[in-house]
């Protein structure tokens, strides 16, 4: 009943309900103003949401709602990043709801817990309550609550109060965090300065900013910093996102960036029959290698003045298990669980033993290259047509006494509909063929003969010419080497900047986005530090202004 009260008395408002109405008067066209593209209206990600609801209420309430948490449904993720995610089901409503009244009840039913949140003596005066709601509201909201917001909500806390303050104090929780203010980031805020062109707000600026390096609310006191003001400038947020990243909050953010970007959480188990590499060397590896991966760009990103080309070419490695050493070729962890190898065999990201491996035990030169074209190169693929492919076009090719995974590879891949494409993922593969599928260094490769005991030596040829800018093929004949192209590649390095511009601000982009892209990319090909482009998104136009396509112009 409770629920139903706080649903009716907001929920019914064209006011508070639609983004579009509560815009300022349009104020003409903008002077000078840069394009951006259209905006998707956001709402919170299952992580942005677990997170958001973990700063609102504390540490220690979170933990007690971790189970009504984790029912939010996994969110799909869309071109590469969970954060472009906008689909509702009903299992999301239901989980908003179930967590709302979770949280509410908890802290209504807590006397100490009512007089910690609300900062008010009980019994509470209706004075005392409003203040409360002004500016928790502002908090869950990320806004400065209207009149009408406050009177709203304040008849919701009168109606509770026939029964106590705790029904009250249940009826405003219950009231904010199902409302769509606290679901979605909604903005529209600001001056109209375009015919579908908003100034952002100072509040609006903050959020977005905090959300793009902290993946959660801003803080109280950043909110109430910026509250009259009518906005920030882009001098002011890159200050802002310079402090922001000194955060354990901005750490664990970016964290998950290179973990969506590089599909970390995706490191597969080995499936050893024992024969590839033995049972017992396989104890643990997924989990050593992801952690390797987690901590070689935290510490590039944050311990070091590490760039992208360092990213792509550096020689430190984090060994902290008998078993990973072994992958590396090294008889023990060294002491710190930190080296520096000069052997030049595995320098760079792609080298690490996390973005090698595979489930089976035969390379695959053709997962390898799309990934470094999709995610490093930012190149677009398009999948084979199902009608043009058979079973057997799907599978790895048969060892043979004189052909090598290269040579097998490109026979399988030579018909005139794989070939077109093929002929540009390959060789990207193919230099990465020094290392098994358990991310070993080799200098030759095992095959397995189909329908035989034992297999043969054969040699391994990972040289090839590589097209990646503008002028002529680059020769590589390793994988090192081809870290240092790519480290050293303009187009590798704005896909850097343009992946994290996708996962800051939630979608893809397009030819109006130069104006926030072109600052990122200079970052990025000027050597800036990891860290410093990251916080290079903060004075770009994307946090001074939103789109919202045409047809949604009321």
Request: proline share 7%; with cysteine; charged share 25%.
């Amino acid at each position: 009943m409770i629920a139903l009260a706080a649903a009716l008395l907001l929920g019914c408002d064209a006011e508070t309900t639609t983004p579009v109405a509560q815009a300022a008067p349009s104020i003409g066209a903008c002077e000078g103003c840069p394009t951006v593209a259209p905006s998707p209206l956001r709402r919170l990600t299952e992580l942005e949401y677990r997170r958001t609801v973990r700063d609102l209420v504390g540490d220690e309430l979170a933990a007690e709602l971790e189970d009504a948490l984790w029912r939010h449904p996994l969110d799909e993720v869309y071109g590469g990043f969970g954060t472009m995610t906008t689909a509702v089901s009903p299992e999301h409503v239901e989980t908003w709801n179930h967590v709302a009244t979770q949280l509410a009840e908890a802290i209504a039913l807590d006397a100490g817990r009512r007089q910690e949140l609300t900062g008010c003596d009980e019994p509470m005066t209706d004075v005392c309550a409003e203040a409360w709601i002004v500016s928790y509201g502002r908090r869950v909201w990320r806004r400065t609550l209207s009149g009408t917001d406050v009177a709203q909500l304040m008849a919701l806390w009168q109606l509770g109060r026939e029964e106590g303050t705790a029904e009250a104090t249940e009826l405003v929780l219950l009231a904010l965090f199902q409302s769509p203010y606290f679901i979605y980031r909604t903005e529209l805020g600001g001056p109209q300065v375009g015919e579908t062109m908003w100034a952002l707000t100072a509040e609006e600026q903050a959020t977005r900013l905090s959300y793009a390096l902290w993946g959660t609310t801003p803080p109280a006191e950043l909110l109430e910093s910026v509250a009259k003001r009518p906005r920030l400038e882009p001098a002011e947020l890159d200050q802002l996102a310079s402090s922001m990243l000194t955060s354990p909050k901005a750490h664990e953010w970016i964290a998950q960036f290179y973990d969506e970007w590089l599909r970390i959480e995706g490191v597969p188990a080995i499936r050893s029959t024992g024969f590839f590499i033995p049972l017992a060397d396989v104890v643990g590896l997924q989990q050593d290698m992801t952690r390797e991966l987690r901590e070689y760009v935290r510490w590039l990103t944050f311990e070091s003045e590490g760039t992208y080309e360092s990213l792509m070419t550096s020689p430190k490695t984090f060994v902290d298990t008998a078993n990973l050493a072994k992958i590396y070729g090294l008889s023990e962890p060294p002491p710190n669980g930190q080296v520096e190898r000069d052997d030049d065999q595995r320098d760079g990201l792609l080298t690490r033993p996390g973005m090698l491996v595979a489930t089976a035990e035969l390379t695959s030169p053709v997962r390898r290259g799309v990934f470094i074209l999709r995610e490093i190169l930012c190149e677009a693929l398009p999948s084979p047509s199902p009608s043009q492919l058979s079973p057997q076009d799907l599978t790895p090719p048969v060892g043979h006494e004189n052909l090598s995974s290269r040579d097998r590879w490109t026979q399988k891949t030579s018909a005139p509909y794989c070939a077109g494409c093929h002929v540009r993922i390959n060789p990207f593969g193919f230099a990465l063929e020094g290392f098994d599928s358990a991310g070993r260094y080799r200098t030759e490769e095992y095959t397995l003969l189909a329908g035989l005991e034992g297999g043969v030596h054969l040699p391994i040829d990972t040289q090839v010419d590589l097209v990646l800018d503008p002028g002529p093929p680059v020769e590589v004949a390793s994988g090192a080497a081809l870290g240092r192209a790519l480290g050293a590649s303009l187009i590798a390095r704005k896909c850097f900047g343009t992946q994290w511009f996708r996962f800051s601000v939630g979608r893809r982009e397009s030819a109006d986005d130069s104006a926030s892209l072109t600052p990122l990319w200079e970052a990025v090909t000027q050597d800036a530090p990891l860290r410093e482009v990251f916080g290079r998104i903060a004075g770009t136009a994307e946090f001074q202004y939103r789109a919202i396509p045409k047809e949604l112009n009321p």
